[in-house]
C-alpha cells in the first residue's frame, strides 16, 4: 500500500497516475475533494480509499506500516492569510506523519517548496544545516510553513528521529496536467493557453527592475512529470536522505514560457506588456533557478524536459483535449 496527502490535488494526482502506470492499485489518497471539479483529476485512477485529512490520524492508527508515504498535502496557496489554518494544515499535519513514518519504520518524501528562499537573496541553495535553514526568510505564510517544518525536521533528525528513508522536495515552478482547480494559482501555460489559441495574444507583465527587461522576468520552470520521477528515483535510490531542490537547474523567462506555449500551438503569440499590481512590486521576484548539485551527487540522472518540450507536451497532450485531465 502506498499513501500520498493531497492526492487529489496537482502534484499528488500526478503521483497516483504514475504508480497506476507502475502497476500500483493498492493506494489511499488523504486529501478533500470539495464541490468543485478537483474530483476529476482521480477520475480515471485506480485507489482503494480515499480518507479526509481529519480522519487520517485514525486510519493511521490502524496500519503498521505502508510501501511509503508522499505526503504532498497542504494549503499551497502563497496569499493565505489565516495563520491559525496553515498551522494545523501545514505544520501538524506534517509532523503527524513524520512521526507516524519514524515508529513505523515507514520512508516518507514531504512536499518543501522554493516559496523558503524568499527574495532569493541568501540563494537557491538546498543546505539543510540548522544555521542555512535560519538564515531563510520566506516572503509569505506558506513558505514560512515550509520553513517551519523543515527547521523541525532537522532537530529530528539530529534527536535520531527520522523516517529509515525520507526526502523533503523543494519545488521550484510546477507546470502541468491536474492543475486546473487551483484558480489564480495556476501555471501561465494552463492560464493563457485558451488565451494564446483563441485570441492570437498573451499578457506579461512589465518590468520594474532595472537590467531586466519587460518579460525576462527569469523562473525555473519544471514539469510535473520530472517532479514525479524524481521523487520515485528518491525513493528507491539508497541513502538519498535530505532536503533537494526540484528544478530544472536553469531559469528561463516569461517570455520564453510565452513562445512555447505559441510554438505548441503552431500560433506566432502578440505579447503584451502590463501594468504589475503595485502591490506585489515590493515582493516580486525576478530570479528563481535551483541548484541541483545536491540531488546529482547522489547519482540523480535522469533528464528532464526541456521548457519547450514539456509546455509542447502539456498543451498537446493536455489543455487542447476535450478532456485535460491525466
Request: charged share 25%; net charge negative.
Amino acid at each position: 500500500m502506498f499513501l500520498v496527502t493531497g492526492g487529489a490535488g496537482f502534484i499528488g494526482s500526478n503521483l497516483v497516475a504514475d504508480l497506476n502506470e507502475r502497476g500500483h492499485s493498492d493506494i489511499v489518497i488523504i486529501d478533500t475533494l470539495g464541490v468543485d471539479q478537483k474530483w476529476r483529476n482521480i477520475a480515471k485512477r485506480r485507489i482503494s480509499d480515499v480518507i479526509f485529512p481529519d480522519d487520517a490520524e485514525k486510519f493511521l492508527s490502524g496500519l503498521d506500516k505502508v510501501e511509503a508515504v508522499f505526503h504532498m498535502g497542504a494549503n499551497s496557496s502563497t496569499i493565505a492569510f489565516d495563520a491559525d489554518d496553515i498551522v494545523r494544515s501545514n505544520f501538524h499535519a506534517s509532523t503527524m506523519m513524520w512521526n507516524w513514518c519514524s515508529k513505523s519504520r515507514t520512508p516518507l518524501f514531504y512536499a518543501s517548496s522554493a516559496a523558503t528562499y524568499g527574495d532569493g537573496s541568501e540563494g537557491f541553495d538546498d543546505d539543510e544545516s540548522s544555521a542555512a535553514l535560519d538564515r531563510l526568510r520566506p516572503l509569505n505564510l506558506y513558505g514560512w510553513s515550509k520553513v517551519v517544518f523543515d527547521r523541525w525536521v532537522a532537530m529530528q533528525i539530529a534527536r535520531d528521529h527520522a523516517p529509515p528513508k525520507w526526502a523533503g522536495l523543494r519545488f521550484f515552478n510546477v507546470y502541468g496536467p491536474n492543475e486546473y482547480h487551483k484558480g489564480d494559482m495556476q501555471s501561465l501555460v494552463a492560464k493563457n493557453t485558451p488565451r494564446v489559441r483563441d485570441k492570437n495574444e498573451i499578457g506579461l507583465f512589465k518590468s520594474y527592475r532595472e537590467g531586466h527587461a519587460d518579460g525576462e522576468q527569469l523562473r525555473d520552470f519544471i514539469y510535473v512529470k520530472d517532479c514525479c520521477a524524481a521523487m520515485f528515483w528518491l525513493s528507491e535510490a539508497a541513502n538519498a536522505n535530505g532536503i533537494f531542490n526540484l528544478g530544472t537547474g536553469k531559469a528561463r523567462s516569461f517570455r520564453d514560457l510565452a513562445l512555447a506555449i505559441g510554438k505548441a500551438l503552431d500560433i506566432q503569440p502578440d505579447i503584451k506588456f502590463i501594468d504589475m499590481p503595485e502591490s506585489i512590486r515590493p515582493n516580486y521576484q525576478y530570479f528563481t533557478e535551483a541548484r541541483m548539485e545536491k540531488l546529482r551527487a547522489f547519482g540523480f540522472d535522469l533528464k528532464f524536459h526541456s521548457l519547450e518540450e514539456g509546455v509542447a507536451d502539456y498543451v498537446r497532450s493536455y489543455l487542447v483535449k476535450p478532456d485535460p485531465y491525466r
